[in-house]
């Protein structure tokens, strides 16, 4: 069974850093990609940023491109998203998901596997 587990979310004041993990089980890393979106309250799920784990491709929306950073060790089936100098506005529910893909990281990716999400809360 495929499972995908986020950790590490929380309430920090702006400014402020996280760094969210997503373990995978059930599939091997190595030939998918990872995304992580989030959902604010009353918005829609949206891409946030996605890394290829075969080609290390990756790709980050320009609302955090600079702050957040996202990585994976394989060997340990986690993908990473650092999120640094937290706003308010980067509030939300996140959730990591995969896909089996070998060619890269595109924002237009369909998603077959899906976490059950982590809150991050940031306040000003």
């Known amino acids: 069974e495929v499972q995908l587990v986020e950790s590490g979310g929380g309430a920090v004041q702006a400014g402020e850093s996280l760094r969210l993990s997503c373990t995978a089980s059930?599939?091997?890393?190595?030939?998918?990609?990872i995304g992580w979106f989030r959902q604010a309250p009353g918005k829609e799920r949206t891409l946030v940023s996605c890394?290829?784990?075969?080609?290390?491709?990756?790709y980050t929306i320009t609302p955090v491109e600079g702050r957040f950073f996202t990585s994976t060790d394989n060997a340990k089936n986690t993908a990473y998203l650092q999120m640094n100098s937290l706003k308010p506005e980067d509030t939300a529910v996140y959730y990591c998901?995969?896909?089996?893909?070998?060619?890269?990281?595109?924002?237009?990716?369909?998603?077959?596997?899906w976490g059950r999400g982590t809150q991050v809360t940031v306040s000003s």
């Open positions: 059930g599939f091997t890393f190595g030939h998918y990609v």
């Open positions: 890394i290829g784990t075969s080609d290390g491709s990756e």
């Open positions: 998901a995969a896909v089996e893909f070998d060619y890269g990281c595109y924002p237009s990716l369909h998603y077959d596997y």
